[in-house]
């Protein structure tokens, strides 16, 4: 039963929320097709604030041919690849310093940024994916490096339970030196390390494959989200969509609800905020206050009192999203990939009420 200090508001993302995350299809791709790890979303974040995914997402270009030709060449920038390589061979280097997280898409997307609003770290990029074993032949990884950037909540990428792999094709190779007598002098250390080839990675299909994961509702957090929705209005906070994410278009099957329409999170929601629709993404504070004007409006329109962000709580799977959300006032609750049921534990424990079917409490308590 909800208490007189349950939330009047929850807020949830969707993508790697109440669905899937379409970071573990990057994962997926970059393994299947024998990619390094992590080049996809640091390619992706170095491409900000003007890479194509960037204006996709701010709704400033279609989802067209421009678009998909303009992502294959943001996976093939040369300068970037040669940054990234070069990361790899530095243990000295922090990830804060190579990579920036961020939101990647659920099913709706953005318009231009406030023109007053100054992007975040995390608004320029892609999100690092899970923290992968050790190789010792290659040296630490981004994720490994990443250790020291949790803030507020901890990074996403270091909790995630993604197939790992080592990093053989992307060890750095070193030219044979012409003089067997003698090692090279330092100054020219560096022009003996050659990179790897640039991998041949396809957009289109990478890009795909990361919205049809997606579109699988998450096997914990989702039910929740119908648990709280079978509660009678008054007996249930407002329930509000907080998420970035890309317009399909016009026609497309994924513009369409799931069938039946009540296995799509979409319509599970009092409030949607989306960034197409609004202009502004997380982690800017001021999409949080336009969820929160909103959700005060509902509340009053409903006979309440009205919403604070103090009165919100809000689930993501990115840190520099929560980041902001506390910052702001609300509380957070972290949600780890493969690991989501924690999440609903939280959840239940802020609102007071039972989330969990029976056989999932058993299993996971």
């Known amino acids: 039963m909800a208490t007189s200090r349950s939330p009047k508001a929850i807020l949830f993302d969707i993508g790697g929320v109440c669905v899937l995350s379409p970071l573990e299809a990057i ?21 900000a604030p003007n890479g194509f995914w960037q204006q996709l997402e701010r709704g400033e270009i279609k989802m067209d041919e421009k678009f998909f030709q303009g992502f294959n060449a943001d996976l093939r920038n040369e300068k970037l690849w040669k940054e990234f390589h070069e990361s790899f061979r530095s243990s000295k280097k922090k990830m804060k310093d190579v990579a920036n997280p961020t939101q990647l898409g659920d099913h709706v997307s953005l318009k231009a940024e406030a023109a007053d609003s100054r992007p975040t770290d ?20 981004l994720s490994k490096l990443a250790k020291d950037t949790t803030i507020g909540d901890p990074v996403s990428l270091e909790s995630e339970d993604v197939v790992q792999r080592p990093h053989d094709n992307f060890a750095s190779t070193t030219e044979q030196s012409t003089s067997s007598s003698s090692p090279s002098p330092p100054e020219a250390t560096s022009t003996l390390v050659s990179l790897p080839p640039l991998p041949d990675i396809d957009g289109r299909s990478l890009f795909w494959s990361m919205m049809a994961h997606s579109r699988n509702p998450d096997p914990y957090v989702f039910p929740a989200l119908l648990q709280l929705r079978k509660l009678p209005t008054k007996e249930r906070p407002i329930l509000a969509a907080l998420s970035n994410s890309v317009i399909f278009p ?77 910052e702001l006032g609300m509380k957070t609750i972290k949600v780890v990939h493969g690991k989501t049921w924690r999440a609903v534990k939280e959840l239940e424990h802020a609102t007071g009420l039972s989330l969990m079917d029976d056989k999932t409490r058993r299993s996971k308590l």
Do not use: M
């Open 27 to 47: 994962a997926t791709y970059e393994n299947k097709n024998n990619i390094p790890k992590d080049w996809v979303n640091y390619a992706i974040s170095r491409s």
């Open 122 to 141: 995390q608004d320029r990029g892609a999100q690092q994916p899970p923290k992968p074993k050790e190789d010792s032949s290659v040296g630490p990884s």
């Open 250 to 326: 016009p026609g497309h099957a994924y513009n369409r609800l799931n069938d039946p329409p009540e296995s799509d999170p979409r319509s599970q929601f009092d409030v949607v905020v989306a960034s197409a629709e609004v202009g502004l993404r997380k982690p800017n504070p001021e999409i949080y206050k336009l969820a929160v004007e909103k959700l005060d409006k509902l509340d009053k329109d409903r006979g309440g009192s009205g919403v604070k962000t103090e009165d919100c709580v809000f689930l993501d799977d990115i840190g520099e999203n929560l980041k902001t959300a506390k």
